[in-house]
């Protein structure tokens, strides 16, 4: 049921003539519906000797009285009436059936006239006559003028119910509030009545944020920015700030301070973007902006133009970015410690493709400011990828093969070496077949591997491009292991070693074969092996395209004694000692009329002129084991080498800095 409303009304008494014998008349006339929404009641009242309490009694159930909270109570006080009538707009629900009746109040006792009912047509509609301001920012007041309100109505900003500091039939205030998680603007207001009759009013909106320009234009992290513009929020925390993120978050900033023309926030650890994308929501309002300010862009202006690895280096210039990734050619670096003008890193062993790595480019949120000098690797080796346990390397038409360990106790296949991915290919796909896979004693010829078996003493052939296995002429040497095989021109050479039958007896001779007539012959007989300390077992051999040279007596007093055979007639010639004692488990290779092995430093032999030179500064890049299969190869004019510390693991593949070699 509705409240009760009291509208008093305080009338100028007239006269009349006072005749106590004529009767009070109390008559409930008639109803009639407003057109716009309301009731207006019709009643007669005579013969009042006093002035007295009158009016309508109005209920949604009949016979209600006086006294009932449930009625409507419309009421005036005055000498008798005559005709009277009172209009009702408000509290009257559409469709509900209504009784009413004419009251009369005299000295205590209470008189009524007949009950009669009406089916309402509901309450008037409130109406809206002025709204100001009608813009208006978070925290005005707002005066909403107007009729019909009644005292039991509520208002909404867009369906938001909002709290009422003053409230009557024909105005309502109100402060537009701060809803801390409210997305959208308020662009209309509403007046609705207990009765569900409501105003709409569509010319009220809330400021909207404008940002004229960002200060500096150009910034650094950590700096002090200001925005200007209009209505913005006074409540710095009613204003919020975003930057987007790299990964199309919003990250909060720190606002300052803030004013209707200016916010001052500061910038974080990072922009994310060389325009940074920004979103400031105030008033309700979401604003996004990335055209008014940037990141000021650095200054690279020193770099050294060689690195060596595990060291640190100090990039200088001007204006570096809080969080500095940078990149040297193709490899990217983050520094370590870091100023407006210099930034420090460790450039760290990695792999790469060559030593020379390109230009220094600062990534600045997408943005390239490069320095353009050439930056090197100054190191004697860099590693350049990841190989299979290598042994045995051949270099035929231009391209190197080698016989591949993919794994402990695995197979062995012929392999081809990938100068781009720097690993080597099987060239059949097949494994090694088993004539030529046990041991090795292996040597090449073009597009042929030579196995020498020291059990059964036959040597095979295996063609690597057709996979042709062809058993040849057996050795007619003292079998043996632990000797040097190698090629010359169209001749294979084997000698030294340990007898396989008596170790205290080693073999002091070399024999060749004949490639052409699948021949052995006996070359020469080494003075001076007797006993077992004397012998030559793995010895350090340069095979050129007409030269042999070996070294690698075990006797202390010739361990490093260089021979060359002179393969015209098979005598001895001694060359410069070899500038290493115990030249034996040496690897060597020839590239022209140039030697080379490795024993912790690198060796060059110039065998026009006789000559050793060491390269000290061009050591082994790990710590490894000597072992046969340690793999050194040269190909394209470049060094190359696999490091096996483990016959577990794939191998690292290493490339020389040839300017080390050339120095």
């Known amino acids: 049921m509705k409240k009760v409303l009291f509208l008093l009304t305080i009338f100028l008494v007239w006269s009349c003539e006072n005749d106590d014998d004529l009767p009070i008349i ?30 309508f009694v109005i209920s949604t159930t009949p016979d209600a009285s006086y006294f009932n909270t449930n009625s409507i109570l419309v009421s005036e006080f005055g000498f008798s009436p005559g005709e009277f009538s009172e209009l009702i707009r408000n509290d009257l629900d559409n469709g509900q059936t209504y009784y009413y009746k004419v009251f009369l109040n005299l000295n205590g006792e209470t008189r009524t006239g007949e009950e009669k009912s009406f089916i309402s047509n509901g309450s008037a509609s409130p109406k809206i006559l002025e709204v100001n301001p009608r813009s208006a920012h978070i925290g005005d007041t707002i005066r909403i003028s107007g009729k019909h309100f009644s005292s039991n109505f509520k208002l909404y900003f867009n369906e938001r119910e909002i709290e009422l500091t003053t409230k009557s039939d024909t105005l309502a205030e109100a402060v537009v509030p701060y809803l801390p998680f409210r997305e959208e603007p308020f662009d209309n207001l509403k007046i609705r009545k207990s009765t569900s009759e409501s105003a709409v009013f569509e010319n009220f909106e809330l400021y909207t944020p404008i940002v004229d320009s960002v200060e500096p234009y150009q910034a650094h992290e950590n700096d002090t920015i200001t925005i200007t513009g209009n209505h913005f929020d006074l409540i710095k925390e009613q204003n919020k700030l975003t930057m987007l993120d790299t990964w199309g978050n919003y990250q909060p900033l720190q606002i300052l301070e803030s004013s209707r023309n200016h916010i001052k926030f500061v910038i974080p650890n990072s922009f994310y973007h060389v325009f940074p994308k920004m979103r400031l929501k105030s008033q309700y309002h979401t604003l996004d902006f990335d055209d008014k300010y940037r990141v000021i862009a650095p200054e690279i202006t020193s770099f050294p133009e060689c690195l060596k690895f595990n060291e640190q ?17 193709d490899y990217a670096y983050t520094a370590q410690s870091i100023s407006e003008n210099e930034a420090i890193f460790t450039f760290e062993k990695d792999f790469f493709t060559d030593f020379n790595l390109g230009n220094l480019s600062l990534d600045l949120y997408g943005e390239l400011i490069t320095y353009d000098n050439e930056i090197c690797i100054d190191e004697p080796w860099i590693k350049v990828g990841i190989a299979q346990v290598l042994n045995k390397i051949h270099n035929y038409q231009n391209e190197t093969y080698a016989i591949v360990y993919s794994g402990y106790n695995s197979s062995q296949t ?14 059949l796909n097949q494994s090694l077949p088993d004539l030529v896979n046990n041991g090795s004693l292996k040597t090449w010829h073009e597009d042929k591997l030579y196995h020498y078996d020291s059990n059964d003493e036959f040597f095979y052939s295996y063609n690597f491009i057709t996979g042709q296995v062809t ?3 057996s050795f007619p040497g003292t079998p043996r292991t632990e000797c040097f095989i190698t090629t010359v021109g169209d001749y294979i050479y084997l000698g030294f070693g340990r007898d396989i039958q008596n170790y205290h007896n080693p073999p002091d001779d070399i024999w060749r074969y004949s490639i052409a007539n699948n021949t052995w012959e006996f070359v020469l007989t080494f003075p001076g092996i007797n006993f077992g300390q004397d012998r030559i077992v793995d010895p350090l051999v340069f095979a050129f395209d007409n030269r042999l040279l070996f070294s690698g007596r075990n006797s202390n007093n010739q361990s490093n004694t260089l021979w060359e055979i002179n393969l015209n007639d098979f005598s001895l010639i001694q060359r410069a000692d070899v500038p290493v004692n115990g030249s034996s488990e040496k690897r060597g290779i020839t590239v022209g009329n140039t030697g080379y092995f490795e024993s912790s430093h690198l060796y060059e032999y110039d065998s026009v002129n006789d000559q050793w030179k060491v390269h000290l500064d061009i050591n082994l890049s790990e710590q490894v084991y ?18 096996n510390s483990s016959f577990y693991d794939y191998s690292p593949m290493y490339k020389m800095n040839m300017d080390y070699l050339n120095d």
């Open 471 to 473: 058993q040849l002429s």
């Open 313 to 329: 280096y100090t990039i200088t210039g001007q204006n570096f970015p809080y969080l500095m990734n940078f990149t040297i050619g």
């Open 626 to 643: 000597p072992s046969q299969l340690e793999s050194f190869f040269y190909q394209s004019g470049n060094f190359y080498r696999t490091i």
């Open 414 to 427: 012929i392999a081809k070496f990938n100068e781009n991915t720097f690993e080597f290919e099987s060239v």
């Open 26 to 55: 109390v008559e409930t006339v008639n109803a009639v519906l407003l057109e716009d929404g309301g009731v207006e009641l019709f009643g007669k009242i005579e013969n009042l000797p006093q002035e007295s309490l009158y009016g």
